[in-house]
């Protein structure tokens, strides 16, 4: 369903956790903590206590017992079992390891290969004594990250808590699509056969196209989440309406069955994955590697036309293009999963982005498919 007019609810971009559900999120989730440990003994120690108080586990160097690896082959298989990367960057690189890197930039690029949650906060810039390898590292993860300073290892501990409760609210919470309609749920059960979704819509117009949609029995309605990508019909709608929050959902929906793929034909000689990898580089990026020799058989393919000029907030364009995004590569049958998606902040009108996804396996017996990635720069969002 392409669709310029989405209606997005923006205001439930604002929707915490509480406390019982962070620690709850928390609970089994390991963080790492990534910095020159001689440099930031009290930052690291505040990051520690800031960790530990929302019931996630820190991993730090200086805890590894004797092991018989490489002190390199240990921080990063810390960094592989971790679920969060907290970096604290600050004026100096550090000691580059036989690979050319210091260990925090090892780390960093480990975090990244594993798609961990990054957090990464940035200390010492205006002191003038900055490294410069430290100083790319730091320019060049701000192409696709925000970083954060601090001012004292309290105000650090702080923000890395606050940051903790903020994925927390984002992964119990996640944007879904029902319709032309984005908002966040507070809970999805899928059955395979029947969707069950609670959410709390703070948009009268996101709440009234459900109610529309709803009272239409319309069937073939795009739906959304996370994982998931298939038309539904909305068989019930019940709404508790309350002041504070506005709307209180409880969706029932009926799922249908998909329409056939449109991205996994090879065209003279160019495999399917390659086809769909150059059709969205071509609609992204606006580059034009489809070239002549595959005609009218492929069209360049934008998942994120409809937010284009829309303006919104950081914190509702990236899990929103995320979502729209996965659900164009899942609906045309594409890709099996996303395995990262990362939208950089605006840059003079242009983003970076970066996204990998697995193709889905075709027959059981063959080998995994390789992922495959587009890297390229948007505009207009």
């Known amino acids: 369903m392409e669709d310029a007019s989405l209606l997005i609810d923006q205001r439930s971009a604002s929707l915490a956790a509480t406390r019982e559900d962070v620690r709850a999120w928390a609970s089994g989730r390991r963080v790492f903590v990534s910095s020159l440990i001689t440099d930031m003994p009290d930052e690291r120690a505040a990051v520690r206590a800031a960790i530990e108080s929302v019931g996630a586990t820190a991993v730090m160097f200086e805890d590894l017992g004797a092991q018989d690896v490489s002190a390199e082959q240990a921080y990063l298989s810390g960094v592989r079992s971790s679920d969060v990367y907290v970096g604290m960057w600050g004026s100096r690189y550090g000691v580059r390891m036989p690979d050319g890197y210091s260990a925090t930039h090892a780390e960093f690029l480990e975090a990244e290969r594993n798609g961990l949650r990054l957090c990464l906060f940035v200390h010492g810039e205006t002191g003038g004594a900055m490294d410069g390898a430290q100083r790319d590292l730091i320019q060049g993860a701000r192409n696709l990250y925000t970083t954060s300073p601090w001012s004292d290892p309290d105000d650090l501990g702080r923000r890395v808590r606050r940051r903790l409760e903020e994925l927390a609210a984002e992964e119990l919470a996640p944007w879904?699509?029902?319709?032309?309609?984005?908002?966040?749920?507070?809970?999805i059960t899928n059955d395979g056969k029947t969707i069950s979704l609670t959410a709390a819509v703070r948009s009268d117009a996101v709440h009234a196209e459900l109610v529309r949609l709803r009272d239409n029995r319309a069937g073939g309605v795009p739906f959304a989440s996370p994982h998931t990508a298939l038309p539904v019909q909305i068989v019930e709608l019940s709404t508790r309406t309350v002041s504070t929050i506005g709307h209180e959902e409880r969706l029932t929906l009926v799922t249908q069955e998909q329409r056939g793929s449109t991205m996994r034909a090879s065209i003279n000689g160019i495999s399917a994955?390659?086809?769909?990898?150059?059709?969205?580089s071509d609609g992204l990026f606006g580059t034009s590697l489809l070239g002549q020799q595959m005609g009218w058989m492929a069209r360049p393919i934008d998942p994120l036309a409809p937010l284009r000029g829309l303006g919104l907030d950081d914190s509702v364009l990236r899990p929103v293009a995320r979502l729209l995004f996965a659900e164009r590569l899942i609906t045309d049958q594409a890709a099996s999963r996303i395995d990262s998606f990362v939208l950089g902040p605006s840059h003079q009108g242009a983003r970076r982005l970066r996204a990998t996804w697995t193709p889905p396996q075709v027959y059981v017996n063959e080998?995994?498919?390789?992922?495959?990635?587009?890297?390229?720069?948007v505009t207009g969002l």
Request: no cysteine; charged share 30%.
């Open 176 to 187: 879904v699509r029902v319709g032309r309609t984005l908002f966040r749920a507070r809970e």
């Open 273 to 280: 994955d390659e086809v769909g990898q150059r059709a969205l």
């Open 367 to 377: 080998p995994d498919p390789a992922p495959v990635s587009i890297d390229g720069t």
